[in-house]
């Protein structure tokens, strides 16, 4: 007779992935233990192991969740009837919503990806991939005079954004959503304008 699925089996794989990103982020990968993760969550470690059979296991699940729920929301950013400017406001918004209250995971993202077996890098890395490729399309298409024909400028531009953005998640990590709307005109404007635009 097959085993049945407890009522509760989501929620409690999603209290593990999120316990994991917590401790994963704060005390380090390699130094996290399945002990130390059954504690926070208040379960015992072979309930942990029912779900997971390995802290690798965990950060697969961790990165591949948070990176292409990243990229499926980043790529559907709605931006129909925008002209390139704000398509460009638009997607940045978007990137630093979807950052918002992800802290664990970016910072799993950050220290931990390397952990991963080569394979599943490539998986992620194709999810990061992805989203530069939207923004520098974005971008391409808000300053197309400067940046459509020059590949490395554009290049250097887009991981410049991306730069910004994420310097904004390290050090803003409780900003709420009307600081970041305007850390998005302000990205937007000095992206398109220089400081000048300012």
Known sequence: MARTIAKDHDQKRELILQSAA???????????SMAQLARECGISKANIYHYYDSKDA????????????????????????LD??????????QILRAYQGADHEHQVQLNALGALPEDQ?????????????FLSDTIAAAAPEVLADDKPK?????MSVFGMLNWYYMWNTGAGTEARE?????????????VGGL
Not at 63 to 69: E, G, H, M
Not at 121 to 133: I, S
Not at 182 to 194: E, F, H, I, K, P
């Open 121 to 133: 890098q490539a998986q992620m890395r194709g999810y990061q991939r992805d989203m530069v490729r």
């Open 22 to 32: 917590r401790i994963f982020a704060t005390d380090g990968f390699d130094r996290a």
């Open 182 to 194: 305007d850390y998005a005109r302000l990205v937007t404007n000095l992206t398109l304008r220089g």
């Open 84 to 93: 390139p400017e704000a398509r460009l406001h638009e997607v940045i918004r």
């Open 154 to 158: 554009l290049r250097a531009t887009t």
């Open 58 to 81: 965990l950060l697969y699940d961790i990165l591949d969740n948070y990176l292409s729920t990243l990229r499926d929301r980043i790529l559907g950013t709605n931006v129909e009837g």
